[in-house]
């Protein structure tokens, strides 16, 4: 599986306590939990600056076959502020990955922090193999005060004619849905061609699939830490499982619980292999019971 998306620094402020210089991205949180589950190793393509340290390369590197393109740029920053909701602000961009070589592998996550991932990647990965968008990046805009926030692209809705899987946030959903409920915003996605389309939001997961609406819960026995990264660990679990034999539900509950993990622990973390399966059953026992 190619990872696609930009690895940061970030500054996180969560439960009264900053945290500084937090190796983030996407690519980050896919790879550290992916390994730690499944021993597996994803292909990882990112830019960054000159002063990305050789400590977080030299980690990503043991745990996926890394290639980034270097800029002369300082590396994609950001600060996040999540007491009181959700603030996010850009401090610098470190800029475009520069090429991706699409017949490394046959499934491809692209996640964009913020428009580093060309569209045309998406179109060519989309004839040769699963494509799995979380379309963060590309909603994102940065005001005079680095602020970033979230705006109507029409281009994503072009774009989802070359999407396998489509996964979103709550607030992503509302930036791209021009006032549709997640029902019907979901259905018009798969009348365009996506396979499955998800909504996630924190007691609930929205899906279409084969057409049809359904709704799973999250499992909510957690101490929340940190909501940052939450997104990339269950798309990278979905399209993982996803991956290997089309199930829908089964990979719906390894990302659910795959993200529960997420928000327990500050930046991206490994996750206990036992603890994981532990709980999925869990979580399995209690949606079917």
């Given at each position: 599986?190619?990872?696609?998306?930009?690895?940061?620094?970030?500054?996180?402020i969560?439960?009264?306590?900053?945290?500084?210089?937090?190796?983030?991205?996407?690519?980050?949180?896919?790879?550290?939990?992916?390994?730690?589950?499944?021993?597996?190793?994803?292909?990882?393509?990112?830019?960054?600056?000159?002063?990305?340290?050789?400590?977080?390369?030299?980690?990503?590197?043991?745990?996926?076959?890394?290639?980034i393109?270097?800029?002369?740029?300082?590396?994609?920053?950001?600060?996040?502020?999540?007491?009181?909701?959700?603030?996010?602000?850009?401090?610098?961009?470190?800029?475009?990955?520069?090429?991706?070589?699409?017949?490394?592998?046959?499934?491809?996550?692209?996640?964009?922090?913020?428009?580093?991932v060309?569209?045309?990647?998406?179109?060519?990965?989309?004839?040769?193999?699963?494509?799995?968008l979380?379309?963060?990046?590309?909603?994102?805009?940065?005001?005079?005060?680095?602020?970033?926030?979230?705006?109507?692209?029409?281009?994503?809705?072009?774009?989802?004619?070359?999407?396998?899987?489509?996964?979103?946030?709550?607030?992503?959903?509302?930036?791209?849905?021009?006032?549709?409920?997640?029902?019907?915003?979901?259905?018009?996605?798969?009348?365009?061609g996506?396979?499955?389309?998800?909504?996630?939001?924190?007691?609930t997961?929205?899906?279409?699939?084969?057409?049809?609406?359904?709704?799973?819960?999250?499992?909510?026995?957690?101490?929340?830490?940190?909501?940052t990264?939450?997104?990339?660990?269950?798309?990278?679990?979905?399209?993982?499982?996803y991956?290997?034999?089309?199930?829908?539900?089964?990979?719906?509950?390894?990302?659910?619980?795959?993200?529960?993990?997420?928000?327990?622990?500050?930046?991206?973390?490994?996750?206990?292999?036992?603890?994981?399966?532990?709980?999925?059953?869990?979580?399995?026992?209690?949606?079917?019971?």
């Amino acid at each position: 599986m190619i990872v696609a998306g930009n690895l940061t620094l970030d500054e996180i402020i969560a439960k009264q306590k900053t945290y500084k210089n937090m190796l983030g991205g996407p690519p980050a949180y896919s790879v550290k939990s992916l390994y730690s589950v499944f021993s597996v190793k994803p292909t990882v393509y990112s830019c960054v600056g000159y002063d990305f340290p050789e400590s977080f390369e030299s980690e990503i590197a043991s745990l996926s076959k890394l290639y980034i393109s270097k800029s002369n740029k300082p590396t994609t920053r950001f600060k996040l502020i999540e007491t009181n909701g959700r603030q996010l602000f850009m401090l610098t961009y470190s800029g475009e990955i520069e090429t991706i070589d699409l017949s490394l592998e046959s499934v491809y996550m692209f996640s964009p922090v913020y428009k580093e991932v060309k569209l045309d990647f998406l179109k060519r990965a989309y004839k040769v193999g699963l494509v799995i968008l979380d379309p963060q990046g590309y909603l994102r805009v940065v005001d005079d005060d680095l602020r970033v926030y979230l705006r109507f692209n029409s281009a994503i809705w072009e774009l989802l004619r070359y999407v396998s899987v489509l996964r979103v946030s709550t607030d992503e959903y509302m930036a791209l849905s021009k006032g549709l409920s997640i029902k019907r915003f979901l259905e018009k996605t798969y009348t365009l061609g996506v396979e499955v389309a998800i909504v996630t939001s924190p007691k609930t997961v929205h899906v279409v699939s084969d057409g049809k609406y359904f709704e799973f819960p999250t499992y909510t026995n957690v101490n929340v830490k940190s909501t940052t990264g939450a997104g990339d660990v269950f798309t990278a679990f979905f399209a993982y499982v996803y991956s290997k034999n089309y199930d829908v539900e089964k990979a719906l509950a390894y990302a659910i619980v795959a993200s529960s993990f997420a928000v327990e622990n500050i930046g991206p973390s490994s996750i206990d292999r036992k603890r994981f399966f532990e709980r999925l059953r869990e979580y399995m026992e209690l949606l079917y019971e």
